[in-house]
């Protein structure tokens, strides 16, 4: 783990963050990729631009346009292709959407919007066209969320997430932590962060004593889709929090060009266990709008996910799901096509 508090050389989790790369040019600079035209690049990245850290960039092999990390990140031209089956909002969150800020989907759970902002932007994201800006709960609606969760005593799993949850600042984060474990009802609080991966300086002691002080069970789902994302100080940050009884589980989207092999996702599955974490789901690609270009194809899914199984123990093996608007559970996806 990076031990911020010890030396002010070390640059803290939220100077990383201002230090981001939000320009296309500088970006490709940096990884030494040259390109004359990047006119539709830049119209791609109009709306939801380009967003990625500098510790996310440096895991990015140089001189490589096909980097399965870069691919994640980079505004390309195909984003521009439309089809009427992709759309704003694929998952149906907004008729899912009981308060500003929460999401009640599913028996027993509740989801918080917490922030819109992330410490990257992947091109596949569901919400990239979310409207976070009337969404997002902030301190004063979560008044009204523990009022409605009252109301809905089957929910006793709360699910943070946004954007990112653990993009808030620390002070923040330990009162939305705080306010929901005075929340009797709640049995389980589950964060879904990829900041664990492409930011782990923000994985800081003051994070994991204000996880550690919840009388709550705290799962934590990171999102990582490729064995090249979990470097050791990702191994590291992700044992601290084992140490703390943080539950670590991953989901991965299956994205063309990405990880859509098996040896691949193979590699995740091992990688991942090496770093604590075991597989949870591999999500098919929620189809929003500007993504249709990660889509593998159902029939090179199932091919794929039969060969994962073959080589390696059940419990590596993520369950295969799609995440369908208006249905009351994800889908689990049969394997025998
Ligand atoms: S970190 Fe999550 S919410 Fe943010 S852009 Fe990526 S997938 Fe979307």
């Known amino acids: 783990m990076m031990d911020v508090e010890k030396t002010s050389l070390i640059p803290t989790w939220q100077q990383e963050l201002q230090s981001a790369f939000i320009d296309i040019d500088q970006l490709l600079t940096y990884l030494q990729l040259k390109n004359s035209d990047l006119t539709l690049h830049r119209t791609a990245s109009k709306g939801f631009p380009l967003l990625v850290t500098r510790s996310y960039a ?5 001189s490589d346009w096909n980097d399965p990390l870069l691919l994640q990140v980079l505004p390309q031209p195909d984003e521009l292709q439309q089809h009427p089956s992709y759309l704003n ?107 664990p991966i492409v930011l782990p300086s923000r994985i800081t002691k003051g994070l994991l004593n204000t996880l550690n002080a919840s009388s709550k069970k705290i799962i934590l789902v990171i999102h990582a889709n490729h064995a090249n994302e979990l470097t050791n100080e990702v191994a590291d940050v992700l044992f601290a929090l084992k140490q703390i009884e943080v539950t670590l589980l991953n989901q991965t989207v299956l994205l063309k060009g990405i990880n859509d092999n098996a040896n691949t996702l193979i590699q995740l599955s091992l990688r991942l266990f090496e770093c604590h974490t075991l597989p949870y789901y591999l999500h098919t690609l929620d189809k929003v709008s500007g993504a249709m270009h990660f889509d593998s194809g159902i029939t090179n899914t199932y091919k794929i996910y039969q060969q994962v199984q073959t080589q390696l123990p059940g419990y590596l093996v993520p369950k295969l799901v799609s995440e369908d608007a208006g249905q009351p559970f994800k889908t689990i996806l049969p394997t025998n096509d």
């Open 58 to 62: 440096d895991r990015i092999k140089k």
């Open 89 to 195: 909002d694929p998952v149906g969150d907004a008729q899912a959407s009981v308060l500003p800020g929460l999401i009640h989907k599913y028996h027993g759970r509740a989801l918080i919007i917490t922030t819109g902002a992330c410490a990257i932007h992947c091109r596949y994201c569901f919400r990239r066209e979310f409207p976070y800006s009337d969404n997002s709960a902030n301190r004063s609606q979560l008044n009204s969320i523990n009022h409605y969760l009252s109301q809905h005593k089957e929910v006793t799993e709360v699910i943070l997430s946004g954007g990112d949850p653990l993009t808030l600042s620390d002070s923040r984060f330990r009162h939305l932590i705080e306010s929901l474990s005075k929340n009797h009802q709640i049995e389980r609080i589950r964060i879904h962060s990829r900041l």
